[in-house]
């Protein structure tokens, strides 16, 4: 799972890219082989089955604070894209490039209007963030459709020639891109190759692009004037858009108290408390008092709502914890050790080979571990299932 965060310069992708990567705990073991530059680790959130069992656990990747598990993703700070990036404007390929392997995106948007379309500062509230959430998208759609383009004549025609599965054909063109077999028949018009016109490419790769990226809007900065008008007015502009009000400067304020344990703050919540032991300055009481009148007004800073609407809302990815019937615990008798994003759809059978093929291949059975019945390698799972495999080896 990688979130790709983008947007223009200065909307405040490093503040919300810093503020979803930083964690109360500090975490040794991150379920990723790499982390480039540019990546780091963030988090969704999601009830903890501890509840249901009435134990505690003992993550071994991600951590759990009151009940509520936080499950590690990679995320990939993209840096600003300026109009033109299609065509290498601002190291655009560069850019672009980093967002190839991103499942989803969360666009990061100045909603208060604070920079114009080149991301340099302006007077609050005047440059309409409307026109980024236009701007980004036919970038995207003609990073696309620059693919395509690149090699059209000769593939289109030697795949009519030779009679080749067009979704294949087409899918061949986008590797490395994340797209796969299913959304290139959603997204695909129904013609011979050699038949497409310059438009059909076009409309093609635009449906493409809003299959394979799909994408939230984080309409950041709404804790300064105008952001509440323009939030209000942009949801309504774009009524199929997710757009989420965010403050990203909040949220790192929180998570970096909590850090040093002047507050206690669970990441998503509406609330936090000032520990007794804590001695804030004048500087951190401030900044308390006005994250405190935020979320008396708009219930979380949005950070965490990106990254759960993100992964559960848009990609509606199901969370599947591994356990037994007799011990929810690993070898080193770590309680409900861990908890794995999976696709929708997947099956008991997915859920073996995801922890290991050689689960997978040796598969007998599973048992629904919150139901104690058996399930077949068919089974369908759904969100918040422990699962045990039970295989041959
Ligand atoms: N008021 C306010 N300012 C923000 C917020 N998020 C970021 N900023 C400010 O916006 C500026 C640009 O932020 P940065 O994260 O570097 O933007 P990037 O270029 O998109 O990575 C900085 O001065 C941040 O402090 C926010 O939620 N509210
Ligand atoms: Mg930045």
């Not at 540019?38 to 903890?48: I, L, P």
């Not at 993703?73 to 490039?97: C, I, Q, R, S, T």
């Not at 590797?175 to 050699?194: Q, T, Y």
Request: hydrophobic share 40%; net charge positive.
């Amino acid at each position: 799972m990688l979130i790709g965060i983008v947007g223009k310069a200065n909307v405040g992708k490093s503040t919300f890219f810093k503020a979803a990567t930083l964690s109360e705990v500090d975490i040794a073991n991150y379920p990723f082989a790499t982390i480039k530059p540019n990546e780091g680790v963030g988090f969704v959130r999601h009830e903890c089955v501890e509840k249901f069992f009435k134990t505690k656990c003992n993550p071994q990747k991600g951590f759990c604070i009151d009940g509520e598990r936080f499950i590690p993703v990679k995320l990939v700070d993209v840096a600003g894209l300026v109009p033109g990036a299609h065509e290498g404007k601002g190291m655009g390929n560069k850019f672009l490039n980093d967002l190839s392997a991103a499942d989803v995106l969360i666009h990061v948007v100045d909603i208060a209007g604070t920079t114009n379309e080149n991301g340099e500062p302006i007077k609050t509230g005047s440059y309409d963030p409307a026109n980024d959430i236009k701007f980004l998208e036919e970038e995207l759609d003609l990073w696309f459709y620059g693919m395509l383009k690149k090699n059209w004549n000769k593939f289109a025609r030697t795949s009519s020639m030779e009679h080749q599965d067009i979704d294949k054909a087409l899918y061949a063109q986008f590797s490395g891109l994340k797209v796969n077999l299913s959304m290139i028949k959603k997204a695909r018009i129904n013609k011979e190759l050699d038949k497409w016109t310059d438009d059909d490419i076009l409309k093609f790769s635009k449906r493409l692009r809003a299959v394979s990226k799909p994408t939230i809007i984080a309409a950041n900065k709404i804790d300064l004037a105008s952001g509440e008008a323009n939030f209000k007015r942009i949801k309504k502009q774009f009524p199929k858009h997710i757009i989420i009000p965010v403050s990203a400067e909040a949220e790192l304020a929180l998570r970096e108290a909590a850090k040093k344990e002047l507050i206690s703050y669970v990441p998503g919540n509406g609330k936090f408390s000032v520990l007794q032991k804590a001695k804030l300055n004048e500087k951190q009481k401030q900044a308390l008092k006005f994250v405190e009148k935020f979320l008396g007004k708009w219930k979380n800073t949005g950070v965490q709502k990106c990254m759960n609407t993100a992964v559960y809302d848009l990609l509606k990815f199901i969370t599947i914890f591994p356990g037994g019937v007799h011990k929810l615990g690993d070898s080193k008798g770590n309680i409900l050790p861990d908890a794995f994003l999976l696709p929708p759809n997947s099956t008991a059978l997915d859920f073996a080979n995801h922890i290991h093929t050689d689960l997978g291949d040796n598969f007998i059975k599973a048992i629904d571990v919150k139901t104690r019945k058996a399930v077949g390698k068919d089974h369908k799972l759904k969100d918040g299932d422990v699962l045990e495999i039970i295989s041959r080896k």
